[in-house]
């Protein structure tokens, strides 16, 4: 009611539908979502179509953590360009933690290399449609022939060389006499523990048709961790670890984490007290691994290259009558010319090593000889080790065939 000119009472009659428009607190609050959502999924396709690559520390954290215990705080990250190109090569994966990127067609310098030939020793990377390194030698399976299936790290991968120069490739070529041809595959990850490969080897050896599986794992199990693999593994898998996988996967979440983001150098090496894979994790890993391939009729090598637990590895191959190829005693013999024999792909290795590294640096550090860098060996380790793979894994099928 309101009063009229002449002081009367005057009824006041609102119009039809007056409440109606006025907006509940829900309503609003569900307006306010909405409109939240519509600019979060529209920031999500400007991220998507202006920024697909936001760096490799957050496209593949696990492996940022990895190499971060590794380097600690060391000068090498004042390389930032060598690193990117170096590591922009993983993606993230949820069973395994990271992949290699599929496709891959790079050529690189291993920033792991003496400054002063860095641009010397610059190598191809390439990987399949599903993200293991191609191998231009790999002839299809022939019935009759023999397939041999590589599991392993950078070492397997052949870190710092060119595909056809990586030991599964000199395996390939050891092997071509076989009756029925030969095919080997590298399934070699960079970066990968037993613990990974143990997950790798029962994904992929389920159609494999593998005659012989070559293990090769180590390097990295016996390496400073801020927690073991098991454990990020099994966090990984739980609900909580799976709700916020899928939620880091948004373009607005890695930018926000590139953005708040800690500098590669801001935590100590103290941090990282746990071992990636304790020592009898290890060899349970290894034993696992030879049980499946068992499983599936395939016969089992092991191959060691800076392996911190190689006693591990000998006593799981004795246990299971397998054969070890002991890839640091073959570069220990061509370190002191033991029981070399010429060889014209050896002495062309010896020439490339002196041309790249130059004779006066080989002679301050003479292990170069054997080394494409700090932590990887040259095309003329892998030239060796190859051929002992071969004969290692002839063995083994023969043993199987029996």
């Not at 790079?106 to 290399?113: I, K, M």
């Not at 220990?332 to 130059?358: H, N």
Request: hydrophobic content about 40%; aromatic content about 8%; some cysteine.
């Amino acid at each position: 009611m309101t009063e009229s000119a002449g002081g009367k009472p005057e009824k006041v009659i609102n119009s039809p539908g007056a409440e109606g428009r006025k907006m509940s607190r829900p309503r609003k609050a569900l307006g306010g979502l909405a409109i939240a959502l519509l600019f979060f999924v529209l920031l999500e396709v400007i991220l998507a179509l202006a920024a697909p690559d936001l760096g490799w520390e957050v496209e593949a954290p696990m492996v940022y953590e990895q190499i971060r215990a590794y380097l600690g705080e060391g000068g090498l990250w004042s390389d930032e360009k060598g690193i990117s190109l170096n590591f922009s090569i993983y993606r993230d994966d949820f069973g395994l933690l990271w992949a290699m990127k599929p496709g891959l067609d790079e050529t690189v310098s291993d920033f792991l290399t003496p400054s002063h030939c860095r641009e010397k020793t610059r190598f191809r990377i390439t990987t399949d449609a599903r993200g293991f390194r191609s191998n231009p030698d790999s002839a299809s399976r022939n019935p009759g022939g023999i397939r041999v299936a590589c599991f392993g790290d950078s070492h397997c991968f052949g870190w710092g060389l060119d595909p056809a120069s990586a030991w599964p490739s000199v395996m390939q070529r050891s092997l071509a006499g076989y009756p029925g041809g030969a095919e080997v595959l590298n399934f070699g990850v960079p970066g990968y523990s037993s613990a990974q490969g143990l997950l790798l080897v029962r994904e992929e050896l389920e159609d494999l048709e593998a005659d012989v599986v070559v293990i090769s794992y180590g390097f990295n199990d016996n390496l400073r961790a801020s927690c073991p693999d098991s454990g990020l593994l099994r966090k990984r898998r739980s609900p909580i670890g799976s709700a916020a996988w899928a939620a880091g996967r948004l373009r607005t979440a890695k930018l926000i984490a590139l953005i708040a983001g800690e500098s590669p150098t801001s935590r100590h090496a103290g941090d990282f007290r746990a071992r990636r894979v304790p020592p009898e994790e290890y060899e349970s890993n290894l034993m696992l691994m030879a049980d499946e391939c068992r499983k599936r009729g395939a016969g089992v090598v092991f191959l060691s290259v800076y392996n911190g637990y190689r006693s591990g590895m000998k006593k799981v191959a004795q246990s299971l009558g397998a054969e070890v190829v002991d890839v640091d005693g073959i570069a220990g013999a061509l370190d002191d010319d033991a029981g070399v024999r010429p060889d014209p792909e050896d002495s062309a290795g010896k020439d490339k090593a002196i041309s790249t590294f130059g004779a006066g640096f080989l002679e301050a550090n003479p292990k170069y000889l054997t080394h494409i860098d700090a932590a990887h060996y040259n095309g003329r380790v892998h030239l060796h080790a190859g051929r002992a793979a071969a004969k290692a894994a002839l063995a083994a099928a023969r043993r199987r065939a029996r």
